[in-house]
């Protein structure tokens, strides 16, 4: 009777170990895969770029640019979005989708979209503001979880959209007669960059950039350019002194961003 004790001892005491080991490396699995996921989902964010542009459409409205680069080596699947504007007047209409061999490709907006690896994802959205005025917006992307199926990674990128986007660019041949508002100074290539004047067009006294929308036109003239040719000083004239006192402060910010 002893011996079968000991041999039923024996046997509980190996099962309690062989659960132990199973238990071990149950959660050691279990870490691997979690931390799989984690890794994952870290490589994910940091190689998904997310970058938007803005243009006046030519109609009143204004063009958007979507831009989703899968910068992984692994696809990106089941991916979807939601695009928001603090603005809540704000009409959006979604256009076209492709791929950077001008594939076509479903809405991401309305339809579940795949994204091969080292591939570019492009949007074209025009927008419908019923006045002119800087607002902030942001895309949501989600997509699958290569390793857990039911869940998604989400992916924010947030913009603003502002007046100098919404405003059409145009170089004049003369000054026009509008209310002085102010005069500034500017560094030569910040200008350049923001008023999207070509490199190969000098910048000189008595050039006048037009930035306009069908209601509004403020004219931007060069008074003198600095001995160095780095910075100009600028007279603002316009139609609407209000609107163009915003877009100084406005240009003040991104001066220094």
């Known amino acids: 009777m002893g011996a079968v004790d000991s041999s039923i001892r024996g046997i509980h005491g190996a099962m309690e170990a062989m659960y132990s080991r199973f238990e071990k490396t149950s959660q050691q699995t279990l870490e691997m895969t979690t931390g799989m996921a984690h890794l994952m989902e870290r490589m994910y964010r940091a190689n998904i770029k997310i970058a938007s542009t803005f243009k006046p459409a ?136 923001i008023f999207e004047i070509q490199a190969i067009k000098g910048i000189n006294s008595g050039m006048c950039v ?4 069908p209601k509004y036109k403020i004219v931007c003239e060069i008074i003198s350019v600095s001995d160095d040719a780095n910075s100009v000083e600028v007279e603002f004239t316009s139609n609407h002194p209000a609107l163009a006192k915003q877009l100084i402060k406005e240009l003040s910010i991104l001066c220094t961003v």
């Open 58 to 193: 030519g109609n009143g409205n204004i063009h958007m640019s979507l831009m989703i680069s899968n910068k992984t080596n692994l696809p990106i699947t089941a991916m979807t979005g939601i695009l928001e504007f603090e603005n809540k007047e704000v009409d959006i209409v979604y256009s076209s989708a492709h791929q950077q061999q001008d594939k076509a490709l479903p809405n991401l907006f309305k339809s579940p979209c795949n994204l091969a690896p080292q591939e570019c994802y492009k949007q074209d959205i025009e927008i419908h503001i019923n006045e002119i005025k800087q607002c902030n917006g942001a895309i949501t992307l989600s997509i699958k979880h290569p390793l857990a199926p039911r869940e998604t990674i989400a992916l924010k990128h947030t913009f603003g959209l502002y007046l100098i986007d919404q405003l059409r660019k145009e170089i004049l041949d003369n000054k026009l007669d509008l209310e002085l508002v102010d005069r500034l100074y500017y560094p030569v290539a910040f200008l350049r960059d």
């Open 210 to 213: 037009a930035l306009s929308s």
